[in-house]
Every structure is written in C-alpha cells, then in structure tokens.
C-alpha cells in the first residue's frame, strides 16, 4: 500500500508554473537526455513543500530500448527527475550556494509503470536541510496514482 500523498494536488493549480523550464536550468546543470524536470508548479517554502512535473514524450531517449514496443521510464530515470526537483527547491527557492551533488537514495519503491504521453508529477518535501546537506521525500504521481516513491538527499560541493 503507497503512503499518503505529501499534499492534496486537487488544491493546486495544476496549469499554473511558478519556476520556468529556463530558471530551472539557471541552477541545474543537466542537460539534453538528462534534463528530467520541466517546471515547478507551486512550492511552500515554509513548509519545504514542492510540486514540480515531467512531461514524458515519446522523444524520450530510453523510449527505443526500454522496452521495444512497450517503452517504460525507467526507475533510474525517476529517481533522476527526483533529485533534480530537490536541486531546483534549495537552489532556486533557497538560494543555497554552491554545486548540489547526488548524496544518496535512502531508499525507493517503484508502484506503476510510467509511459509515454503521461505527464509525472513530482512532490517534495525537504526533512533535512543543513548547509551542506539535505534530504527529500519525493513521490511521482501519474493520472492520480502513485508510481514512486523515495527518499534522496543531496550535498553541497
């Protein structure tokens, strides 16, 4: 059974982007194949809450090879989209100096599959943040259902 949701998206304008596509690349620096966010819909600061999306396209570079005729995101990739949206919160929203590196996954479950033509929202919640390192639940949410869930944090280099 899948934990209860961070947050109730149906309070949450969904249409609504509060961090663009190019000022989430002013502080994270992947790109091409690796860039797994598309923007940051609503964020509470107090709260160390964040809501941000992936919309997966049949452009994606896994869709040829995982799996031919039945293309899945991969839970790597997931688990990618989801450190970048913890990146973008304490870069962006927190204005934490410095290069953020990938620290760890605490742990992960992957629930459902994630397709092509899907859009992946992604909750954060922020329940360590130090200086130097953070940690955030994060859970992907796909047409209402939870598809993953995971605990990563981050460190500052």
Request: proline content about 5%; charged content about 25%.
């Amino acid at each position: 059974m899948p934990p209860v949701e961070l947050f109730d998206l149906s309070k949450i304008d969904l249409n609504k982007i509060v961090i663009t596509k190019e000022e989430i690349q002013a502080v994270n620096p992947q790109r091409h194949e690796m860039d797994q966010l598309d923007g940051i819909i609503w964020y509470d600061k107090e709260k160390f809450l964040i809501l941000g999306y992936k919309d997966v396209t049949e452009k994606e570079f896994w869709v040829r090879g995982h799996i031919p005729g039945r293309p899945l995101m991969p839970g790597v990739i997931m688990i990618e989209a989801a450190a970048q949206l913890s990146s973008v919160f304490v870069k962006h929203v927190y204005q934490l100096p410095g290069f953020i590196g990938f620290a760890s996954i605490d742990s992960a479950k992957f629930r459902k599959t994630v397709e092509p033509g899907k859009r992946l929202y992604l909750l954060g919640h922020i329940t360590v943040f130090k200086r130097r390192l953070y940690t955030c639940v994060v859970q992907g949410i796909v047409d209402g259902t939870m598809v993953f869930d995971t605990v990563v944090s981050g460190l500052n280099v």
